[in-house]
Structures are given as structure tokens and as C-alpha cells.
């Protein structure tokens, strides 16, 4: 079998085939319906979200093409952050800051009747909560969360503890896992790149629109492997300590990209071992990405 080139070094077709797009959801479409789009404009037979955003969200939805589908577990993995407006059913108390600030905890929230996953209660974590703004009836919050957060369920508790009530009213998803909204593409950007690529034969605006897979491992502790111990993991073989090159700390069973030498991700798995080691496993493997 032949490894994947370097990231920077790959034809437009190897880009859109283990590619992220940075997309600016707009409102409207599911995310769902997003990825659908995505497939159909880079001719890939697959592509998915990062990570369920309702139709009238907007925002941060990078979105993984062809082969790179395959890591998109990564994102429950990172943080999301989100701008939402408060809408208060009252007055806004004045210690309106105080109580908000008491929700940057772990927290209890069960699913709502409508979403896909089952309602069974959970804990997912605020690791920030800033109110930005206030004006009458309305709050501009900015949330840090972990994967998984429901933003409503949280507005609907905060109004209960501010005594008022309150909903939430417009989200936009500023970040997620490594990605952030400095760098958004819009439909029309990707759209405008591959046709400059594919009638004028210029790839250097597809090259902005469309990253290399691996941007969206950043965030995850890296293993690099010898190319022979790669094309053994490609084959399903764990990754055992003799073909570790170098290894950035990771806490035992904490998810990790290996890659070769040339930057190029070969597979997800867990750490289970010692990367200095002379023998066993280093890397429980949990998804081969060649």
C-alpha cells in the first residue's frame, strides 16, 4: 500500500479526498444538509459535520471530506464555543453577572425530546461563562463548553436561577475543537475555489478553502511511527514501542494522532504505554486513517 505525501505536497484531488473545510454554517440548512452540500460540491463520495448545530444556528461547522470522515470522532474530543443571546422574560436583576458566573461548573443536563441521542441524564462542563453585554430584556453571553453542551437547556436554567425566566434567542458557534471563526469559508468560497480549479487549473484558492485533514489533530497529543510500523498499522497491527519515533505526553487511555515522519496522520488510537519503552504496545489503535 502507499502512505499519504506530506499535507503541503498534495495534489487538489488528494486534498479534497482527506480534506476539512472551516465552514461558515448559515442559517437554514441542517448540519446534516450542510455535509450533503460539501460532498456534492468537492465530488467526494463522503463528507460529515463536526458536530450537530440546529437549522437557525450559524457558525463554526468544519467539515471533514472524503477519507478524512473517518476521524471525525476527534470532535468529541475538544471544546465548542458559542455566542448566544439571553432573552430574559423580565428585567434583568442586577446581580444578573453573579448568578450567571455559578453555571461555570460541571452541570446536570438531560437531552431534549427531540434530539438523536437517548434522554438519559449526563454531566457535561462549562469551563467559561462571560456575560459580554446587557441591554433591557437581553444578555450577550459567550460559552466554553464541553462537547455536547445543550446552549438552550443551559439559557432556560439560568433564568429559572435568575428568578425571570429567560430563552435563548439567537447562537452562533464562534469555535470548535481547533478550529475558530477568524478563518471561516462561506459556501460561495469553496464553491468559487474548486471552480477555479477545475476550469482555469489554479489550485492556490482551493488550497485556502480546503485544509489538510491532520489541522483538525491539532489538538490531539502526537505519536510519530516509522513509515514500516505505519504500513503494519494500515494492515490493523497496534503500534508497538520499536516503531515509535517520538511521542508527545498523553495520560493513559488519552485519544492520540499518529503520524510518519512527513506529517502525514496514519491512525487514532489510545495511549495504553510507554513510548520510550523497548517492547508492547504503545498505541491501542482505534481508527486507521490510510
Known sequence: MTLRGPPTERSPR????????????PPGPSAHQVAAWVRDLCDVEQAAHSGTLDPKVTGCLPTLTGDATRLS???????????????????????????VSEFEAPL???????????????VREIYDLDVLEVQDRQALLRIRC????????????????????AHMGHLRRTATGPFDDTDLVTFHDLSDALARWREEDEDDWLRDVVRPAEDALTHLPSVTIAPNAAEQVAQGAQVYAPGVIDAEEADEGQ??????????????????????????????LERVLV
Not at 146 to 161: P, Q, V
Not at 258 to 264: F, I
Open 73 to 99: 470522532q476527534v470532535f468529541l474530543e475538544g471544546s465548542k464555543e458559542y455566542v448566544a443571546v439571553l432573552e430574559l422574560h423580565d428585567t434583568a436583576p442586577a446581580d444578573l453577572e453573579a448568578i
Open 14 to 25: 488528494e486534498l479534497l479526498e482527506f480534506g476539512v473545510v472551516n465552514l461558515d454554517k
Open 146 to 165: 464541553e462537547s455536547g453542551t445543550y446552549i438552550r437547556k443551559l439559557c432556560h436554567d439560568i433564568g429559572l436561577a435568575l428568578g425571570t425566566g
Open 255 to 284: 485519544l492520540v494522532a499518529c503520524y510518519t515522519p512527513n506529517g502525514a496522520a496514519v491512525c487514532l488510537g489510545h495511549m495504553v504505554g510507554d513510548a520510550d519503552a523497548e517492547e508492547g504496545t504503545v498505541v491501542e
Open 108 to 122: 446536570y443536563q438531560k437531552p431534549p425530546r427531540k434530539s438523536a441521542v437517548s434522554r438519559r441524564l449526563r
